[in-house]
């Protein structure tokens, strides 16, 4: 729930914040934060506490708050010389986007500083009025001796996560509103639109740099709703490399396309249905990726509370060992995983609640029973490709939550986002990646690529 009316974002159920610096048409270089505004009711918007108390908390490199750009040190993905109204400000090196990390439903705020830090901001609060140290909030109450009722400083666009600044303040400004334009993802914002208060003679989206941010924007939105989606990359292959087995069943897993799935269907028989046919497709469209009754995982172990092992093995991997598998998909497309824990796909379509086996798990939380998460990221290496893990049994029945069912390695995507981390979710004393078989196997088993 929103404490304004305008400019603030709730932080979703990961926790984890994506932000990407597009484009910077400012002449200043300033810092922007984000600052949490839990705790914040009692100080009254637009004064001298609630500008101190927003810098302090963005200082604390912390839950309550982030500096996330520093406009003096770092570039934005694109620039243009076309618009006639200004030149080019872009300068310094794109770093590409940014993760940070909230509190999961906590409301944040933006404050932008002109022209110099947040840190100097907070020391001298008597200079706040000189050229260039203005601090400039998304929440329009909070924007200090404004003249305006609803000074909108900061404007949201075309829902995917994109959210365009001015750098003066709005009595002062052009309204191209393109000084600062972020996208954010893992974040539900609420800001007014873009359309209602740019100036229509100065609308950078009008430009072939407008175009391509855009077209940019939308390529990168992975529904940050429902954490475990995944994006092709460039190649249009994805690699899957079957690490370990952890579970007594022998199912399935597969991967699927998102396209023209609407996300309010995820939990329908029609959605399953969908699912079922594009795994089995061998296609653009879906694969099955591991077939756990035919074919073995790379590592094996022994460990202590796994109950059910077969007599006469010490662990539950069987089959032989197929190595990394490639699979095509369509570059720029989004997907998710899915696994039946026992038997094959065609048995998740009418199948009983009750039969655990035969009910599909996604790496989507939105797809599974009650939003539970069942799959979880257990390392991203920096060349790109992802450790990740299924737990073969719904959170709400019986699990031991190892989340060792299935573990297997993922390359050809983009980084991961708003995934739950193993150590966040394992059942204590099952950390399987504290021990001999993650440490030594599966852990380092991407360090041989970078």
Same mark, same amino acid.
């Given at each position: 729930?929103h404490?304004y009316?305008?400019?603030t974002?709730?932080?979703?159920?990961?926790g984890?914040?994506?932000?990407?610096?597009l484009?910077d048409?400012?002449?200043?270089?300033?810092?922007?934060?984000?600052?949490?505004?839990?705790?914040?009711?009692e100080?009254?918007?637009?004064?001298?506490?609630?500008?101190l108390?927003?810098?302090?908390?963005?200082?604390?490199?912390?839950?309550q708050?982030?500096?996330?750009?520093?406009?003096?040190?770092?570039?934005?993905?694109?620039?243009?010389?076309?618009?006639?109204?200004?030149?080019?400000f872009?300068?310094?090196?794109?770093?590409?986007?940014k993760?940070?990390?909230?509190?999961?439903?906590?409301?944040?705020?933006?404050?932008m500083?002109?022209?110099?830090?947040?840190?100097?901001?907070?020391?001298?609060?008597?200079r706040?009025?000189?050229?260039g140290?203005?601090?400039?909030f998304?929440?329009?109450?909070?924007?200090?001796?404004?003249?305006?009722?609803?000074?909108?400083?900061?404007?949201?666009l075309?829902?995917n996560?994109?959210?365009?600044?001015?750098?003066?303040?709005?009595?002062?400004?052009?309204?191209?509103?393109?000084?600062?334009?972020?996208?954010?993802r893992?974040?539900?914002?609420?800001?007014?639109?873009l359309?209602?208060?740019?100036?229509?003679?100065?609308?950078?989206?009008?430009?072939?740099?407008?175009?391509?941010?855009?077209?940019?924007?939308?390529?990168?939105?992975?529904?940050?709703?429902?954490?475990?989606?995944?994006?092709?990359?460039?190649s249009? +292959?994805?690699?899957?490399?079957?690490?370990?087995?952890g579970g007594?069943?022998?199912?399935?897993?597969g991967?699927?396309?998102?396209?023209?799935?609407?996300?309010?269907?995820?939990?329908?028989?029609?959605?399953t249905q969908?699912v079922? +046919?594009?795994?089995?497709?061998?296609?653009?469209?879906?694969?099955?990726?591991?077939?756990?009754?035919? +074919?073995?995982?790379?590592y094996?172990?022994?460990l202590e509370?796994e109950?059910?092992?077969?007599?006469?093995?010490?662990?539950?991997?069987?089959g032989s060992?197929l190595?990394?598998?490639t699979?095509?998909?369509t570059?720029?497309?989004n997907?998710?995983?899915?696994?039946?824990?026992?038997g094959?796909?065609n048995?998740?379509?009418?199948?009983?609640?009750?039969?655990?086996?035969?009910?599909?798990?996604?790496?989507?939380?939105?797809?599974?029973?009650?939003?539970?998460?069942?799959?979880?990221?257990?390392k991203?290496s920096?060349?790109?490709?992802?450790?990740?893990?299924?737990e073969?049994d719904?959170?709400?029945?019986p699990?031991? +939550?190892?989340?060792?069912?299935?573990?297997?390695?993922?390359?050809?995507?983009?980084?991961?986002?708003?995934?739950?981390?193993l150590?966040?979710r394992?059942?204590?004393d099952?950390?399987?990646?504290?021990?001999?078989?993650?440490?030594?196997?599966?852990?380092?088993?991407?360090?041989?690529?970078e």
């Amino acid at each position: 729930m929103h404490t304004y009316n305008s400019g603030t974002f709730i932080v979703g159920s990961s926790g984890e914040v994506d932000v990407d610096f597009l484009f910077d048409g400012g002449w200043f270089r300033g810092e922007i934060a984000l600052f949490n505004v839990e705790g914040m009711e009692e100080l009254i918007p637009g004064s001298e506490a609630f500008m101190l108390e927003a810098a302090r908390r963005a200082l604390t490199d912390s839950e309550q708050g982030r500096i996330i750009n520093q406009d003096e040190i770092e570039g934005a993905k694109f620039s243009t010389t076309d618009f006639n109204w200004e030149r080019d400000f872009n300068t310094g090196e794109y770093i590409g986007a940014k993760s940070f990390t909230f509190n999961p439903g906590d409301e944040l705020g933006l404050m932008m500083v002109q022209h110099k830090t947040v840190q100097e901001t907070f020391e001298n609060p008597d200079r706040i009025n000189e050229f260039g140290r203005f601090p400039l909030f998304s929440i329009p109450e909070a924007n200090i001796g404004g003249s305006l009722p609803n000074q909108f400083e900061f404007v949201g666009l075309d829902g995917n996560g994109i959210i365009a600044g001015e750098d003066m303040r709005i009595f002062q400004a052009d309204r191209d509103y393109n000084d600062v334009v972020l996208q954010f993802r893992g974040l539900d914002s609420n800001f007014a639109s873009l359309d209602e208060y740019i100036n229509p003679t100065r609308d950078f989206r009008d430009f072939p740099v407008g175009e391509n941010l855009l077209e940019y924007a939308e390529s990168r939105v992975l529904n940050e709703k429902d954490p475990g989606v995944f994006q092709v990359g460039e190649s249009g +292959e994805v690699t899957i490399d079957f690490l370990y087995d952890g579970g007594l069943y022998e199912g399935a897993v597969g991967i699927f396309s998102l396209e023209d799935i609407n996300p309010e269907d995820l939990t329908t028989e029609e959605f399953t249905q969908k699912v079922v +046919e594009r795994v089995q497709s061998n296609s653009t469209e879906g694969h099955i990726v591991i077939q756990d009754s035919t +074919e073995g995982a790379k590592y094996s172990a022994e460990l202590e509370w796994e109950q059910a092992i077969p007599e006469g093995k010490n662990h539950f991997n069987d089959g032989s060992y197929l190595g990394t598998k490639t699979f095509t998909m369509t570059p720029g497309d989004n997907f998710a995983l899915v696994m039946i824990p026992d038997g094959n796909f065609n048995q998740a379509i009418g199948a009983n609640e009750s039969v655990m086996k035969n009910d599909l798990i996604f790496s989507m939380q939105g797809a599974n029973f009650q939003n539970q998460v069942q799959f979880v990221n257990v390392k991203t290496s920096a060349g790109g490709g992802t450790i990740a893990s299924f737990e073969d049994d719904r959170i709400d029945r019986p699990s031991n +939550e190892d989340y060792n069912d299935i573990v297997l390695a993922i390359e050809g995507i983009q980084e991961p986002i708003g995934l739950f981390s193993l150590e966040d979710r394992v059942f204590p004393d099952r950390n399987w990646a504290e021990l001999p078989i993650g440490e030594d196997n599966i852990l380092p088993y991407f360090d041989g690529n970078e």
